[in-house]
């Protein structure tokens, strides 16, 4: 058997604060928010374990030996340090990197140097593992591929017997089958416990700003406020615009023949459907970012070419205060850019709209800082690109048009 009061002294070492002062040797910790991981961890004694490691079933095998040594802090470091390569998926994501035997030990060099980030903080590094670098932004997969140009072993950091599966993905002979009727924490119910844990975490001292943990704070904001690309979302919504256009179904040039129009009794394949026309209006005034407009002009025909209406082209304007070039164009990219002053769309939105047949779809970009139709047009759906120009409050657009944000990343 194993001491069991010893590893339930050892969680509440990790979930306590220490005694004030980081240079105490029981500093910081404060975790209370992982206190679900924690509890959650299945001990199973096993003697072909050095210390500690975890497997993906969330089983924590423990050498009891070692186990009634160490002391109570020792164990508390080793259990964060286990907790966080189960929390942040590290064995899934090693198979994503299609990380083998031969590479696992890299591969949790790699992992190890992402715990430390979350630990290190709280001073809950187990003193085996030595944090080779420091720097929040870089991915385990980053680290990883960046440690295959590296030959230096990794000296103090998990050996092949360490951390287990749970931190590599690769099974050890003294693990239990994932499919055996022995407890273990589902892939459901581990999701579940991630997200509560960056749920907790925000909601703490620390995930409001206190105590240094960036790394941290910015995976809880990814896991609880994920961030969708807004090139998915112009996708979405140009897709949308041009399914409402359509109807749904495929397209085609194919537009209906006199005879077809006089004979009312013959029924045309109903997949075959009028392609779309697509017109854009492009915000020229002096304030847009080019560069983000490139950006967005670019995503515009990625998502056009996939929707096999791009043989049809574009009908695009240039606009400041005036339309400018009105014309049919094959990309959006291809379209010369004219104008500079002040803004105001609805001119452009107004030149569109008065082509025939009448675009079904218009797609505006701007920086929003402009007047817009007091009224949808008739059998048009208006999207509203808002290019990111970081002057404070996003601008307003009318309610009845599909509103897109661009973000500049690089920035
Ligand atoms: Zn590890």
Redesign the pocket.
Known sequence: MFDDNKLTAARLWVISAGRSGTRSPDGPRNQPYLARALYALIPTPSDDVLRMTVDEGWRLYMNPEWLAAASVPDVGRELA??VW?LINRHADRARGCGVSESSASRW?RA??EA?GEFTDPAGLRPCH?RLIRNDTQITVETRFEQLAGDSAPGADS?GLD??GSG?DGISRSYESPRTTDLPQVSRVDGELIRRDVATAFLRSAHGRGTGGYIALARWAEEIVNPVVPWQQILGAAVRGAVTTATGGGDYTYRRLSRRTATAPNIVLPSRQRVIPEIAVVIDTSGSVDERMLGQALTELDNIVSTLQISERGLIAVSVDTSAYNLRRVRRATDIDLFGGGGTDMTVGIAAVAAQRPRPEVVIVFTDGCTPWPAQPIAGTTLVAVLLDSRSGAPPATPEWAIRVECVDEAL
Do not use: T
């Open positions: 340090h286990l390569h949790r992992a190890d715990v593992i998990c360490e951390c931190a």
